[in-house]
């Protein structure tokens, strides 16, 4: 067991694998740290979709001053609201060749991420204090955030986060995800059954890939990718930039 400069304790990937071979619980594990292996799984490849910050299918819609930093659009649907007062740095694509092909390997990409077995550590409820290295997590209903979650890259700045559930994920208010060890946010998936909610003034990090719609409350901030394959992403004086 080390501590890392911020004050963290993590377990390194030897000891962590250990704990998920003995299907440890949190009575089991109060450190409350869980691995699916060193550097975690292969990469889960976007193609086209990598360049989309904003992604939906039925709608985009903002409110305020939200920043995307990338590419924002739609397909099947066509309907983009709200720009201005938000600002897109990259392309706009409506119902275009270019949104259509995005979301077709957003579907790809979703169905390799949902279809990961390997090595699956079970994760539920509220990962709030909990520090995940490297690895598959699975989650066979919905997943809260209502505080801060650390991911760390155990020195590996390749390492891959791959996190799926079944249902929903919500984050509460003020609630982030802090990067450590070297992980970076491009490498970090959210697979999510359903729908995702970020909460209010909330910090995330990754790329969430939706079935249904995303909400990004007022304030909160994504350095990730906000998309979502058949329904909506509702934004709200936000910014939103590529990993």
Known sequence: MMRGGSGHLWIAA???AAFALAGCCDSDNPLGVREGGAGGPAAVPLATASTFVVLAGSAVTNTGATVVTGDLG???GSSI??????TVTGATHSNDAAAATAQSDLTVAYNDAAGRTTGAVSVSGDLTGLTLAPGLYKSTSSLALSGALTLTGLGDPNAVFIIQMASTLTTGPGSQVILSGGAQSSNVIWQVGTSATL???SIFKGTIMADQSITVNTGARLDG??????G???LDTNAIANP
């Open 225 to 230: 990718r906000a998309l979502a394959r058949i």
């Open 81 to 86: 609201t709200g720009f201005p007062p938000g």
């Open 14 to 16: 030897s000891a962590l």
């Open 232 to 234: 909506a992403v509702t």
């Open 199 to 201: 909460g209010t003034n």
């Open 74 to 76: 739609v397909s099947p």
